[in-house]
């Protein structure tokens, strides 16, 4: 079945570093990638998505890039801000045959130190 | 702009009680879905609806059931309460089924179960 795999955390990066988050996926036909972020106390909210290969995501300084001969989909940010701790989930969701579930990944845990 | 509303926010129940979790979204969207949120393990579906009169399982459905009232609201019930259930509960909503619609979530339930 469709599954997503992330870079288990937590992650501890200083102000202005270089961020990645690894996200690979297993799923048949062509998904939709999606990055969501969960704020302290709060529920999921979309970061950035792609549709097809080759498609490049990006918000608030996030990018990411559908990969399909990798099956990847890494979120990346060139500086990090202490605002940018929160939890990252990549998902992806199938059209008409996946029934248009949505499967995430476990979580990645962000702590930015100042 | 209230988007997903989820109530109640806390709970706590005896074992072998029983409550029904309400969520409402006024974003017209036609398809509602019920998760639960474990550490380590990201999102998992309970149950969808895909339109208005529908609902289906999902990833974790025994213990639960769902009611689509209307289209704006999905109510999850909880008939006989069990520790395993102590999770944090989130409704979300999309504007339909198609793959590249995400999804927005309410602000979570925290629900322990004694």
């Known amino acids: 079945g469709d599954s997503v795999t992330q870079m288990e955390g937590p992650v501890t990066l200083s102000e202005e570093a270089f961020l990645t ?7 048949t036909g062509y998904p939709s990638l999606f990055w969501y972020v969960q704020y302290p106390g709060e529920g999921l909210q979309l970061l950035l998505k792609a549709t097809k290969a080759d498609d490049k995501g990006s918000n608030k300084g996030f990018e990411a890039t559908y990969r399909k001969e990798t099956t990847s989909f890494h979120l990346e940010k060139g500086s990090v801000q202490v605002s940018d701790s929160a939890v990252y989930f990549c998902a992806l969701k199938r059209g008409e045959t996946g029934g248009f579930k949505t499967i995430f990944g476990a979580g990645t845990r962000l702590f930015v130190k100042a | 702009n209230a988007g997903v509303t989820q109530t109640p926010k806390f709970q ?3 074992t072998g ?3 029904t979790l309400q969520c409402a ?3 017209n969207h036609n ?3 019920w998760y639960r949120q474990d550490p380590g393990m990201g999102l998992r579906l309970i149950y969808y609806s895909a339109s208005e009169g529908t609902t289906d399982k999902g990833e974790v459905p025994n213990g639960y059931n769902v009611s689509r009232l209307n289209k704006r609201e999905f109510s ?3 008939e006989s309460a069990a520790p395993s259930q102590t999770s944090v509960y989130f409704c979300a909503s999309s504007a339909s089924g198609q793959s590249v619609m995400f999804l927005f979530f309410g602000s979570g339930t925290q629900l322990s179960v004694l």
């Open chain 1, 21 to 27: 988050i690894n996200c690979t996926y297993t799923a």
């Open chain 2, 12 to 14: 706590v129940l005896k």
């Open chain 2, 17 to 19: 009680q029983s409550m």
């Open chain 2, 25 to 27: 979204q006024d974003m």
């Open chain 2, 31 to 33: 398809s509602m879905y």
């Open chain 2, 76 to 78: 999850l019930r909880l």
